[in-house]
Protein backbone atom coordinates (compact mmCIF):
# COMPACT_ATOMS: atom_id res chain seq x y z
CA UNK A 1 0.00 0.00 0.00
CA UNK A 2 1.45 3.60 -1.08
CA UNK A 3 2.07 5.89 1.96
CA UNK A 4 0.00 8.64 1.69
CA UNK A 5 1.38 11.77 2.67
CA UNK A 6 -1.35 13.14 5.61
CA UNK A 7 -1.13 16.67 4.18
CA UNK A 8 -2.77 15.47 1.03
CA UNK A 9 -4.74 12.55 2.79
CA UNK A 10 -7.59 15.39 4.24
CA UNK A 11 -8.05 17.16 0.10
CA UNK A 12 -8.25 13.62 -1.24
CA UNK A 13 -11.09 12.52 1.37
CA UNK A 14 -12.99 15.66 0.81
CA UNK A 15 -12.66 15.03 -2.81
CA UNK A 16 -13.86 11.17 -2.79
CA UNK A 17 -16.61 12.28 -0.92
CA UNK A 18 -17.99 14.45 -3.12
CA UNK A 19 -17.63 12.94 -5.92
CA UNK A 20 -19.31 9.87 -4.85
CA UNK A 21 -22.44 10.73 -2.89
CA UNK A 22 -21.42 10.68 0.58
CA UNK A 23 -21.07 14.37 1.69
CA UNK A 24 -21.41 17.73 -0.10
CA UNK A 25 -21.63 21.30 1.28
CA UNK A 26 -24.96 22.43 2.32
CA UNK A 27 -26.39 24.38 -0.29
CA UNK A 28 -23.47 23.78 -2.65
CA UNK A 29 -25.27 25.91 -5.52
CA UNK A 30 -25.19 28.84 -3.79
CA UNK A 31 -21.65 28.85 -2.47
CA UNK A 32 -21.91 26.71 1.02
CA UNK A 33 -22.64 27.98 4.47
CA UNK A 34 -19.63 27.86 6.43
CA UNK A 35 -19.85 24.46 9.08
CA UNK A 36 -23.09 22.59 7.41
CA UNK A 37 -22.60 19.60 5.45
CA UNK A 38 -25.16 17.27 3.69
CA UNK A 39 -25.20 13.38 3.92
CA UNK A 40 -25.30 12.24 -0.03
CA UNK A 41 -26.94 8.64 -0.83
CA UNK A 42 -24.04 6.97 0.23
CA UNK A 43 -23.09 8.70 3.20
CA UNK A 44 -26.42 8.62 4.52
CA UNK A 45 -26.23 4.96 4.46
CA UNK A 46 -22.66 4.60 6.15
CA UNK A 47 -24.12 7.66 9.03
CA UNK A 48 -27.17 5.14 9.58
CA UNK A 49 -24.59 2.01 9.55
CA UNK A 50 -22.37 3.96 12.35
CA UNK A 51 -25.20 5.03 14.19
CA UNK A 52 -27.25 1.31 14.07
CA UNK A 53 -23.91 -0.41 15.37
CA UNK A 54 -23.69 2.66 18.37
CA UNK A 55 -27.74 1.87 18.97
CA UNK A 56 -26.93 -1.78 19.26
CA UNK A 57 -23.85 -1.69 21.56
CA UNK A 58 -25.37 1.23 23.89
CA UNK A 59 -29.32 -0.16 24.10
CA UNK A 60 -29.68 -3.71 22.86
CA UNK A 61 -26.57 -4.91 24.18
CA UNK A 62 -27.15 -3.55 27.11
CA UNK A 63 -29.98 -4.58 29.58
CA UNK A 64 -30.04 -1.24 31.54
CA UNK A 65 -29.74 1.45 28.73
CA UNK A 66 -33.04 3.12 27.82
CA UNK A 67 -33.43 4.91 24.48
CA UNK A 68 -34.28 8.51 24.19
CA UNK A 69 -34.97 10.81 21.15
CA UNK A 70 -36.01 14.45 22.63
CA UNK A 71 -37.28 17.49 21.44
CA UNK A 72 -34.22 20.20 20.22
CA UNK A 73 -36.03 22.92 21.30
CA UNK A 74 -36.29 23.60 25.15
CA UNK A 75 -37.55 25.93 28.03
CA UNK A 76 -35.07 28.91 28.00
CA UNK A 77 -34.25 28.12 31.74
CA UNK A 78 -32.64 25.34 30.86
CA UNK A 79 -29.48 26.45 29.35
CA UNK A 80 -29.51 29.17 31.68
CA UNK A 81 -29.42 26.17 34.93
CA UNK A 82 -26.78 24.39 32.53
CA UNK A 83 -24.58 27.36 32.66
CA UNK A 84 -24.83 27.61 28.49
CA UNK A 85 -26.48 31.06 28.79
CA UNK A 86 -23.21 32.51 30.96
CA UNK A 87 -20.51 30.30 30.72
CA UNK A 88 -20.70 28.53 26.72
CA UNK A 89 -18.24 30.89 25.08
CA UNK A 90 -14.37 30.73 23.14
CA UNK A 91 -12.35 33.40 23.07
CA UNK A 92 -12.16 35.35 19.81
CA UNK A 93 -9.84 37.60 18.21
CA UNK A 94 -9.23 39.09 14.77
CA UNK A 95 -6.59 39.74 12.82
CA UNK A 96 -5.81 43.13 12.44
CA UNK A 97 -4.69 43.19 9.25
CA UNK A 98 -6.79 40.52 7.06
CA UNK A 99 -9.98 39.95 9.56
CA UNK A 100 -9.59 36.53 9.71
CA UNK A 101 -11.19 35.46 12.95
CA UNK A 102 -9.23 32.93 15.09
CA UNK A 103 -10.01 31.09 18.57
CA UNK A 104 -7.37 32.07 20.70
CA UNK A 105 -7.54 28.98 23.04
CA UNK A 106 -6.91 26.91 19.90
CA UNK A 107 -4.03 28.57 18.76
CA UNK A 108 -2.67 28.33 21.98
CA UNK A 109 -2.93 24.87 22.30
CA UNK A 110 -1.40 24.04 18.60
CA UNK A 111 2.11 26.01 20.77
CA UNK A 112 1.63 24.04 23.43
CA UNK A 113 -0.10 26.78 26.27
CA UNK A 114 -3.22 25.55 27.68
CA UNK A 115 -5.96 28.00 28.22
CA UNK A 116 -8.47 27.20 30.95
CA UNK A 117 -12.01 26.95 30.13
CA UNK A 118 -12.85 28.65 33.57
CA UNK A 119 -10.37 31.71 32.24
CA UNK A 120 -11.90 35.25 32.40
CA UNK A 121 -11.71 37.54 29.65
CA UNK A 122 -8.59 39.43 31.44
CA UNK A 123 -6.16 36.28 32.11
CA UNK A 124 -6.71 34.58 28.54
CA UNK A 125 -5.70 38.22 27.54
CA UNK A 126 -2.89 37.94 29.82
CA UNK A 127 -1.74 34.90 28.37
CA UNK A 128 -2.50 35.42 24.26
CA UNK A 129 -0.59 38.55 24.73
CA UNK A 130 2.78 36.80 26.26
CA UNK A 131 2.38 34.51 23.43
CA UNK A 132 1.50 36.83 20.53
CA UNK A 133 4.37 36.65 18.70
CA UNK A 134 4.26 32.86 18.49
CA UNK A 135 1.16 32.92 17.28
CA UNK A 136 0.40 33.80 13.31
CA UNK A 137 -2.63 34.58 11.25
CA UNK A 138 -3.51 31.05 9.42
CA UNK A 139 -4.49 33.19 6.14
CA UNK A 140 -2.22 36.42 6.12
CA UNK A 141 0.86 35.59 8.50
CA UNK A 142 0.37 38.33 10.21
CA UNK A 143 0.87 38.46 14.29
CA UNK A 144 -0.71 41.67 15.44
CA UNK A 145 -4.15 40.62 16.71
CA UNK A 146 -7.09 42.53 18.28
CA UNK A 147 -7.54 41.43 22.08
CA UNK A 148 -10.05 38.29 22.60
CA UNK A 149 -13.61 38.41 23.09
CA UNK A 150 -15.43 35.95 24.80
CA UNK A 151 -18.27 34.49 22.09
CA UNK A 152 -21.16 32.92 22.88
CA UNK A 153 -21.60 29.26 21.33
CA UNK A 154 -25.43 29.02 21.91
CA UNK A 155 -27.84 29.58 18.84
CA UNK A 156 -30.72 31.27 19.18
CA UNK A 157 -33.58 31.04 17.37
CA UNK A 158 -37.34 33.33 17.42
CA UNK A 159 -39.18 30.38 18.25
CA UNK A 160 -42.15 31.71 20.05
CA UNK A 161 -41.22 35.56 19.44
CA UNK A 162 -44.24 36.48 18.11
CA UNK A 163 -44.44 39.58 19.78
CA UNK A 164 -41.12 40.54 21.23
CA UNK A 165 -42.01 39.93 24.23
CA UNK A 166 -38.62 39.87 25.91
CA UNK A 167 -36.62 37.33 28.16
CA UNK A 168 -34.29 34.89 27.09
CA UNK A 169 -34.67 33.55 23.53
CA UNK A 170 -35.25 30.13 22.95
CA UNK A 171 -31.94 28.02 21.92
CA UNK A 172 -31.08 25.33 19.58
CA UNK A 173 -29.33 22.78 21.61
CA UNK A 174 -25.53 23.69 22.43
CA UNK A 175 -25.69 20.11 23.53
CA UNK A 176 -27.64 17.00 23.00
CA UNK A 177 -27.19 15.56 26.52
CA UNK A 178 -29.08 18.46 28.20
CA UNK A 179 -32.52 16.30 26.39
CA UNK A 180 -31.39 13.37 28.78
CA UNK A 181 -31.29 14.94 32.04
CA UNK A 182 -34.34 16.54 31.32
CA UNK A 183 -35.87 13.39 30.63
CA UNK A 184 -34.41 11.78 33.60
CA UNK A 185 -37.46 12.12 36.10
CA UNK A 186 -39.53 11.14 33.32
CA UNK A 187 -37.87 7.82 32.53
CA UNK A 188 -37.45 6.81 36.43
CA UNK A 189 -41.12 7.30 36.77
CA UNK A 190 -42.45 5.48 33.37
CA UNK A 191 -39.91 2.74 33.43
CA UNK A 192 -38.90 2.05 37.36
CA UNK A 193 -35.15 1.70 36.05
CA UNK A 194 -32.72 0.25 39.06
CA UNK A 195 -29.37 2.21 39.69
CA UNK A 196 -27.17 1.85 38.13
CA UNK A 197 -28.87 2.13 34.33
CA UNK A 198 -28.04 4.64 31.51
CA UNK A 199 -29.99 6.98 28.72
CA UNK A 200 -28.58 6.69 25.40
CA UNK A 201 -29.15 9.35 22.72
CA UNK A 202 -28.45 10.34 19.46
CA UNK A 203 -29.35 14.13 18.88
CA UNK A 204 -28.16 17.28 17.00
CA UNK A 205 -26.56 20.09 18.56
CA UNK A 206 -25.91 23.17 16.68
CA UNK A 207 -22.72 25.43 18.45
CA UNK A 208 -21.96 29.52 16.46
CA UNK A 209 -18.44 28.00 16.05
CA UNK A 210 -16.01 30.76 15.50
CA UNK A 211 -14.04 28.89 13.22
CA UNK A 212 -15.68 25.94 11.95
CA UNK A 213 -12.81 23.83 10.34
CA UNK A 214 -11.69 20.63 8.73
CA UNK A 215 -14.21 19.24 6.79
CA UNK A 216 -16.62 17.28 9.10
CA UNK A 217 -14.48 17.78 12.44
CA UNK A 218 -15.60 20.99 13.38
CA UNK A 219 -19.56 22.18 12.05
CA UNK A 220 -21.71 24.53 13.34
CA UNK A 221 -24.23 22.01 12.91
CA UNK A 222 -23.39 18.50 14.06
CA UNK A 223 -25.07 15.15 15.39
CA UNK A 224 -23.55 13.69 19.21
CA UNK A 225 -24.02 10.44 20.16
CA UNK A 226 -24.64 10.48 23.98
CA UNK A 227 -24.71 8.08 26.93
CA UNK A 228 -25.47 8.92 30.44
CA UNK A 229 -25.25 6.39 33.24
CA UNK A 230 -26.57 6.80 36.63
CA UNK A 231 -24.92 5.23 38.91
CA UNK A 232 -24.65 5.92 43.15
CA UNK A 233 -22.72 8.79 44.39
CA UNK A 234 -19.01 7.99 45.15
CA UNK A 235 -19.39 4.53 42.97
CA UNK A 236 -17.79 6.19 39.57
CA UNK A 237 -14.23 4.92 39.73
CA UNK A 238 -14.74 1.29 38.37
CA UNK A 239 -17.43 2.06 36.44
CA UNK A 240 -15.51 5.05 34.54
CA UNK A 241 -12.45 2.81 34.14
CA UNK A 242 -14.70 0.26 32.67
CA UNK A 243 -16.84 2.39 29.77
CA UNK A 244 -13.12 4.28 29.15
CA UNK A 245 -12.39 0.83 27.86
CA UNK A 246 -15.76 0.02 26.48
CA UNK A 247 -15.53 2.75 24.04
CA UNK A 248 -12.41 1.93 22.74
CA UNK A 249 -12.60 -1.32 22.08
CA UNK A 250 -15.66 -0.43 20.66
CA UNK A 251 -14.30 2.27 17.97
CA UNK A 252 -11.83 -0.66 17.02
CA UNK A 253 -14.67 -2.63 16.57
CA UNK A 254 -15.76 -0.97 13.57
CA UNK A 255 -12.52 -1.59 12.13
CA UNK A 256 -10.59 1.78 13.27
CA UNK A 257 -6.49 1.11 13.47
CA UNK A 258 -5.97 1.01 17.55
CA UNK A 259 -2.56 2.71 16.82
CA UNK A 260 -4.67 5.79 15.67
CA UNK A 261 -6.39 5.95 18.86
CA UNK A 262 -5.69 7.17 22.35
CA UNK A 263 -6.98 8.09 25.69
CA UNK A 264 -5.77 11.36 27.03
CA UNK A 265 -6.73 12.67 30.09
CA UNK A 266 -7.89 16.63 30.48
CA UNK A 267 -5.20 18.63 32.14
CA UNK A 268 -8.18 21.24 33.45
CA UNK A 269 -11.03 19.79 35.27
CA UNK A 270 -14.59 21.94 35.73
CA UNK A 271 -15.10 22.60 39.04
CA UNK A 272 -17.30 19.85 39.49
CA UNK A 273 -15.80 16.95 37.43
CA UNK A 274 -14.12 14.23 39.46
CA UNK A 275 -12.64 13.58 35.92
CA UNK A 276 -12.01 13.91 32.18
CA UNK A 277 -10.63 11.85 29.33
CA UNK A 278 -10.87 12.23 25.60
CA UNK A 279 -10.75 9.61 22.85
CA UNK A 280 -8.66 10.65 20.42
CA UNK A 281 -8.27 9.63 16.40
CA UNK A 282 -5.34 10.66 14.63
CA UNK A 283 -6.93 12.56 12.15
CA UNK A 284 -4.85 13.51 8.76
CA UNK A 285 -3.49 16.95 11.21
CA UNK A 286 -2.45 14.79 14.25
CA UNK A 287 -4.57 13.40 17.31
CA UNK A 288 -7.56 15.21 18.26
CA UNK A 289 -10.68 14.68 20.06
CA UNK A 290 -13.70 11.76 18.99
CA UNK A 291 -15.39 11.11 22.21
CA UNK A 292 -15.48 12.73 25.37
CA UNK A 293 -15.87 10.57 28.72
CA UNK A 294 -16.19 12.70 31.77
CA UNK A 295 -17.39 11.68 35.28
CA UNK A 296 -19.24 14.55 36.25
CA UNK A 297 -20.73 13.89 39.89
CA UNK A 298 -23.78 14.91 40.78
CA UNK A 299 -24.03 18.44 38.71
CA UNK A 300 -26.29 18.20 35.89
CA UNK A 301 -29.11 16.94 38.14
CA UNK A 302 -28.57 19.05 40.56
CA UNK A 303 -28.96 22.43 38.90
CA UNK A 304 -31.97 21.03 36.69
CA UNK A 305 -33.48 20.50 40.61
CA UNK A 306 -32.43 24.42 41.59
CA UNK A 307 -33.38 26.17 38.49
CA UNK A 308 -36.65 23.48 38.13
CA UNK A 309 -37.70 23.36 41.90
CA UNK A 310 -38.14 19.44 41.49
CA UNK A 311 -37.04 16.88 43.39
CA UNK A 312 -34.73 14.95 41.53
CA UNK A 313 -33.60 12.29 43.81
CA UNK A 314 -33.69 8.95 42.98
CA UNK A 315 -35.29 6.30 45.80
CA UNK A 316 -33.69 3.30 46.40
CA UNK A 317 -36.60 0.65 45.90
CA UNK A 318 -35.50 -1.31 48.60
CA UNK A 319 -34.08 0.68 50.86
CA UNK A 320 -36.00 4.15 50.60
CA UNK A 321 -32.47 5.67 50.56
CA UNK A 322 -33.13 9.30 48.76
CA UNK A 323 -30.16 10.73 46.53
CA UNK A 324 -29.18 12.68 43.38
CA UNK A 325 -27.42 10.03 41.33
CA UNK A 326 -23.91 11.06 39.86
CA UNK A 327 -23.73 10.96 35.92
CA UNK A 328 -20.31 9.05 33.87
CA UNK A 329 -21.24 10.55 30.43
CA UNK A 330 -19.75 9.96 26.92
CA UNK A 331 -20.04 12.07 24.24
CA UNK A 332 -19.25 11.38 20.06
CA UNK A 333 -19.59 14.00 17.64
CA UNK A 334 -21.17 11.35 14.52
CA UNK A 335 -19.46 13.49 11.94
CA UNK A 336 -16.02 12.67 13.84
CA UNK A 337 -16.59 9.12 13.81
CA UNK A 338 -17.67 9.40 10.02
CA UNK A 339 -14.40 11.59 8.97
CA UNK A 340 -12.41 8.82 11.79
CA UNK A 341 -13.78 6.14 9.90
CA UNK A 342 -13.10 7.49 5.92
CA UNK A 343 -9.70 8.49 7.28
CA UNK A 344 -9.27 5.19 8.83
CA UNK A 345 -10.06 2.99 5.16
CA UNK A 346 -9.18 4.92 2.66
CA UNK A 347 -6.21 3.89 1.08
CA UNK A 348 -4.65 3.63 -2.42
CA UNK A 349 -2.38 0.94 -4.50
CA UNK A 350 -1.99 -1.31 -7.33
CA UNK A 351 -4.20 -4.18 -8.93
CA UNK A 352 -3.87 -5.49 -12.15
CA UNK A 353 -0.80 -3.08 -12.89
CA UNK A 354 -3.78 -0.29 -12.32
CA UNK A 355 -3.34 2.46 -9.47
CA UNK A 356 -6.63 1.94 -7.30
CA UNK A 357 -8.03 3.89 -4.63
CA UNK A 358 -10.18 1.79 -2.10
CA UNK A 359 -12.24 2.19 1.37
CA UNK A 360 -11.61 -0.60 3.06
CA UNK A 361 -14.34 -0.49 5.12
CA UNK A 362 -15.83 -3.33 8.06
CA UNK A 363 -18.81 -4.82 5.60
CA UNK A 364 -21.12 -4.19 8.48
CA UNK A 365 -20.52 -0.39 8.56
CA UNK A 366 -19.95 -0.16 4.62
CA UNK A 367 -22.76 1.59 2.87
CA UNK A 368 -22.73 -0.95 -0.28
CA UNK A 369 -22.36 -4.43 1.08
CA UNK A 370 -22.78 -6.45 -2.60
CA UNK A 371 -22.91 -4.63 -5.88
CA UNK A 372 -24.45 -7.28 -8.73
CA UNK A 373 -23.13 -7.18 -12.02
CA UNK A 374 -24.02 -9.05 -15.50
CA UNK A 375 -20.72 -10.07 -16.98
CA UNK A 376 -21.51 -8.07 -20.22
CA UNK A 377 -24.33 -5.91 -20.53
CA UNK A 378 -25.95 -6.84 -24.19
CA UNK A 379 -26.20 -10.39 -22.82
CA UNK A 380 -29.96 -10.37 -22.55
CA UNK A 381 -29.46 -13.64 -20.46
CA UNK A 382 -27.13 -12.55 -18.17
CA UNK A 383 -29.02 -9.35 -17.22
CA UNK A 384 -31.87 -11.53 -16.22
CA UNK A 385 -30.29 -13.90 -14.31
CA UNK A 386 -28.09 -10.98 -12.35
CA UNK A 387 -31.17 -8.75 -11.73
CA UNK A 388 -33.25 -12.05 -10.22
CA UNK A 389 -30.32 -12.31 -7.85
CA UNK A 390 -29.97 -9.12 -7.08
CA UNK A 391 -33.70 -8.45 -6.30
CA UNK A 392 -33.69 -12.15 -4.25
CA UNK A 393 -30.78 -10.69 -2.47
CA UNK A 394 -31.89 -7.37 -1.67
CA UNK A 395 -35.10 -8.31 -0.10
CA UNK A 396 -32.84 -9.98 2.69
CA UNK A 397 -29.86 -7.24 2.43
CA UNK A 398 -30.85 -3.91 1.39
CA UNK A 399 -27.78 -1.89 1.10
CA UNK A 400 -27.27 -4.13 -2.24
CA UNK A 401 -26.52 -2.43 -5.99
CA UNK A 402 -26.73 -3.82 -9.33
CA UNK A 403 -24.47 -2.28 -11.16
CA UNK A 404 -23.98 -3.11 -15.53
CA UNK A 405 -22.62 0.40 -16.48
CA UNK A 406 -19.47 -0.02 -18.07
CA UNK A 407 -16.99 -3.04 -18.37
CA UNK A 408 -15.97 -4.67 -15.15
CA UNK A 409 -12.57 -3.53 -14.53
CA UNK A 410 -14.57 0.09 -14.13
CA UNK A 411 -17.46 -1.46 -12.28
CA UNK A 412 -14.63 -2.97 -9.41
CA UNK A 413 -13.09 0.43 -9.53
CA UNK A 414 -16.19 2.52 -8.75
CA UNK A 415 -16.84 0.02 -6.35
CA UNK A 416 -13.68 -0.10 -4.66
CA UNK A 417 -14.00 3.54 -3.74
CA UNK A 418 -17.32 3.65 -1.97
CA UNK A 419 -15.93 0.63 -0.08
CA UNK A 420 -18.33 -2.21 -1.50
CA UNK A 421 -16.49 -5.30 0.16
CA UNK A 422 -17.67 -8.09 -2.30
CA UNK A 423 -18.59 -7.65 -6.08
CA UNK A 424 -21.06 -10.32 -7.46
CA UNK A 425 -20.62 -11.48 -11.38
CA UNK A 426 -22.99 -13.14 -13.13
CA UNK A 427 -21.53 -14.71 -16.29
CA UNK A 428 -21.88 -17.46 -18.60
CA UNK A 429 -20.80 -19.92 -16.40
CA UNK A 430 -23.28 -19.54 -13.76
CA UNK A 431 -25.84 -19.91 -17.20
CA UNK A 432 -24.55 -23.65 -17.76
CA UNK A 433 -21.24 -23.06 -20.00
CA UNK A 434 -19.73 -25.21 -17.73
CA UNK A 435 -22.26 -27.60 -16.82
CA UNK A 436 -20.22 -28.31 -13.53
CA UNK A 437 -20.60 -24.32 -12.50
CA UNK A 438 -24.43 -24.06 -13.08
CA UNK A 439 -25.94 -21.59 -10.75
CA UNK A 440 -22.68 -20.52 -9.14
CA UNK A 441 -21.48 -16.80 -9.36
CA UNK A 442 -17.80 -15.10 -8.95
CA UNK A 443 -17.76 -13.19 -5.33
CA UNK A 444 -14.53 -10.68 -5.43
CA UNK A 445 -13.22 -9.71 -2.85
CA UNK A 446 -12.21 -5.75 -2.38
CA UNK A 447 -9.33 -5.86 -0.42
CA UNK A 448 -7.03 -8.66 -2.19
CA UNK A 449 -9.41 -8.80 -5.61
CA UNK A 450 -9.41 -12.50 -5.09
CA UNK A 451 -12.19 -13.88 -6.65
CA UNK A 452 -14.24 -17.17 -5.45
CA UNK A 453 -17.03 -19.29 -7.21
CA UNK A 454 -19.79 -19.54 -4.52
CA UNK A 455 -23.27 -21.36 -5.22
CA UNK A 456 -26.01 -18.70 -6.09
CA UNK A 457 -28.23 -20.23 -3.29
CA UNK A 458 -25.49 -19.27 -0.39
CA UNK A 459 -24.43 -15.45 -1.55
CA UNK A 460 -26.87 -14.34 1.18
CA UNK A 461 -25.71 -16.50 3.55
CA UNK A 462 -22.07 -15.42 2.51
CA UNK A 463 -23.02 -12.31 2.87
CA UNK A 464 -24.69 -12.10 6.28
CA UNK A 465 -21.77 -14.13 7.21
CA UNK A 466 -19.41 -11.09 6.52
CA UNK A 467 -21.51 -8.42 7.91
CA UNK A 468 -22.01 -10.02 11.26
CA UNK A 469 -18.64 -10.66 11.59
P1 LIG B 1 -13.73 20.85 21.16
O1 LIG B 1 -12.76 21.04 22.30
O2 LIG B 1 -13.12 20.12 19.98
O3 LIG B 1 -14.45 22.10 20.76
P2 LIG B 1 -15.65 20.04 23.08
O4 LIG B 1 -14.76 19.57 24.17
O5 LIG B 1 -16.29 21.37 23.15
O6 LIG B 1 -14.88 19.88 21.67
P3 LIG B 1 -17.93 18.53 23.85
O7 LIG B 1 -18.73 19.72 24.17
O8 LIG B 1 -17.40 17.69 24.94
O9 LIG B 1 -16.76 18.95 22.83
O10 LIG B 1 -18.78 17.66 22.82
C1 LIG B 1 -18.73 16.26 22.78
C2 LIG B 1 -18.36 15.75 21.40
O11 LIG B 1 -19.12 16.42 20.40
C3 LIG B 1 -16.90 16.03 21.02
O12 LIG B 1 -16.07 15.00 21.51
C4 LIG B 1 -16.98 16.01 19.51
O13 LIG B 1 -16.89 14.69 19.00
C5 LIG B 1 -18.36 16.56 19.21
N1 LIG B 1 -18.27 17.97 18.83
C6 LIG B 1 -18.12 19.03 19.64
N2 LIG B 1 -18.09 20.17 18.95
C7 LIG B 1 -18.23 19.81 17.64
C8 LIG B 1 -18.29 20.55 16.41
N3 LIG B 1 -18.23 21.87 16.40
N4 LIG B 1 -18.43 19.87 15.26
C9 LIG B 1 -18.52 18.52 15.25
N5 LIG B 1 -18.47 17.77 16.38
C10 LIG B 1 -18.33 18.40 17.56
Same mark, same amino acid.
Given at each position: ?????????????????????????????????????????????????????????????????????????????????????????????????????????????? *????????????????????????????????????????????????????????????????????????????????????????????????????????????????????????????????????????????????????????????????????????????????????????????????????????????????????????????????????????????????????????????????????????????????????????????????????????? *??????????????????????????????????????????????????????????????
Amino acid at each position: MADIEQKDLMEKIVSLAKRRGFVYRSSDIYGGLAGVYDFGPRGVELLNNLKRAWWQANVYDKENYYGLDAGMFKNPRVWEASGHTSGFSDPLAECKKCNTRIRVDKALEA *IGVTADEKMSEDEINALFDAHRAEIACEKCGAHDFSRAKKFNLLVKSNLGDFASEGGEPVYLPGEACQGIYLDYKNIVDSMSPKIPFGIAQIGKAFRNEIAPRNFLFRCREFEQADTQLFIRPNENKEAYEALKKEHMAWLASLGIRQENLRLKRHENLVFYAKDAWDIEYRFPWGFDELEGIHDRSDYDLTQHQIFSGQDLRYTDPETGEKYVPWILETSMGMGRLFLAVLADAYREDEMGGEARVYLALAPKIAPVKAAVFPLLKNKPELVAEARELYAALKKEIPQIVFDDNGN *IGKRYRRQDEIGTPFCITVDFDTLGEKPELKDTVTVRDRDTGEQKRVASGEVAAFLRDKIRA
